[in-house]
């Protein structure tokens, strides 16, 4: 049974950093890639970036670069979503999902159950 | 950065007449266009991609078609279980977007 299974709830304020995981189970996690996405309240998905476990190569979309990190340990199957510092704007739900065997350009087929983020003061 | 465009926002139809779903790319994506389903406090499930090539098990009812920079997600038979919102995604460029949803509503 092909999983990704995401870290819990998070609340935090401005400023704060934050880390949170995405673990895959039940296919080889180093042989595909994961990408994250954001969805804010009512609001359509946003494609973040994409990581490959294999060899971390890492992609961004403008809009998130250089506002968030995405790295991998392979030998732990999971990929990471981290801040350095959080705005109130980062407030949302954030999904991991798989993307493709070796080659991104392949539609997110696996999804992870979300990871809901809260920034406030 | 390629823009995908939903139409309409919101669909309202009755059980078992058809509902079509329009997306429009801003460039050309080729085939590589996906349509997910999402329902509520759930992440989206990938329903087709390629433009037109359902996933195992999904419902005969469900097709994707494309004319150019165009696509179309039909549904033959509205089922009261397809309520949702249905999203489209194109993986052909960095960064790979999405549509902004059309909210499926059944009457």
């Known amino acids: 049974d092909v999983r990704l299974v995401q870290s819990g709830a998070e609340v935090r304020e401005p400023g704060e950093s934050l880390k949170i995981s995405c673990k895959g189970s039940?296919?080889?996690?180093?042989?595909?890639?994961i990408g994250w996405v954001r969805q804010m309240p009512g609001r359509g998905p946003e494609w973040m970036g994409i990581?490959?476990?294999?060899?971390?190569?890492?992609r961004y979309s403008p809009s998130f670069q250089g506002r968030v990190t995405i790295s991998a340990d392979k030998s732990n199957d999971t990929a990471y979503l981290q801040w350095s510092s959080l705005t109130a704007s980062d407030t949302a739900m954030y999904y991991c999902?798989?993307?493709?065997?070796?080659?991104?350009?392949?539609?997110?087929?696996?999804w992870g159950q979300g990871t809901p983020i809260t920034v406030s003061s | 950065e390629i823009v995908m465009t939903q139409s309409p926002a919101t669909l309202s139809v009755s059980p078992g007449e058809r509902a079509s779903l329009s997306c429009r790319a801003s460039h050309n994506v080729g085939n590589n266009l996906a349509w997910y389903q999402q329902k509520p406090g759930q992440p989206p499930r990938l329903l087709i991609s390629?433009?037109?090539s359902g996933v195992t098990g999904l419902p005969a009812r469900f097709s994707g078609s494309r004319s150019g920079t165009e696509f179309t997600l039909t549904i033959s038979s509205l089922q009261s279980e397809d309520s949702g919102i249905y999203f489209c995604q194109q993986y052909n460029t960095w960064p790979f977007t999405f549509g902004q949803g059309t909210r499926l509503e059944i009457k």
């Open positions: 999902a798989r993307q493709g065997y070796s080659t991104p350009f392949y539609p997110m087929d696996v």
């Open positions: 990581i490959y476990p294999g060899d971390s190569d890492t």
């Open positions: 390629s433009a037109s």
């Open positions: 039940g296919y080889s996690f180093t042989s595909y890639w």
